[in-house]
């Protein structure tokens, strides 16, 4: 029996029985595959200064992708989850002061979701 399995025990496991009659032969070899969410999120901005009726580009950066990789992200604006943005980039065309409020992202696969990453949007007037 395996214990405290983690992350790192993805791979293949045999066995050998022994006894007062001596070894077993090795049994064949058995596929363990954990699965596990991914990692923290962090979003990179395209530019340090956002600018009202700009464009602002942000990538959501997960460094364990989890198992299996990442399926889809969920981007958040406030409190309201952006329909349709599912990818880890997220282009906003057309900067408008409603663009001003704190934006996060976190990585989803089939063992669940990641822990959010999130920044503060501040939308200067030129």
């Known amino acids: 029996m395996l214990e405290n399995v983690n992350r790192h025990f993805n791979g ?7 006894n007062a009659a001596g070894p077993s032969e ?11 969410p991914p990692g923290k999120a962090r979003i ?8 009202k009726d700009g464009s602002l580009t942000m990538t959501c950066l997960v460094d364990d992708p989890g198992h299996p990789p990442a399926s889809h992200f969920i981007w958040t604006r406030g409190d ?9 980039v997220w282009t906003i065309h057309s900067v408008s002061l409603h663009t001003q409020d ?5 990585a989803v696969n089939t063992a669940g979701e990641g822990i959010k990453g999130s920044t503060e949007i ?3 007037a030129q």
């Open 122 to 124: 501040l939308v200067l």
């Open 80 to 88: 309201h989850t952006m329909p349709g943005v599912t990818t880890p």
């Open 44 to 51: 990179i901005q395209s530019s340090d200064k956002v600018y």
């Open 26 to 36: 090795m049994s064949k070899p058995v596929t363990l595959e954990v699965l596990y």
């Open 102 to 106: 704190n934006i996060s992202c976190q």
């Open 12 to 18: 293949n496991f045999s066995c050998i029985g022994i």
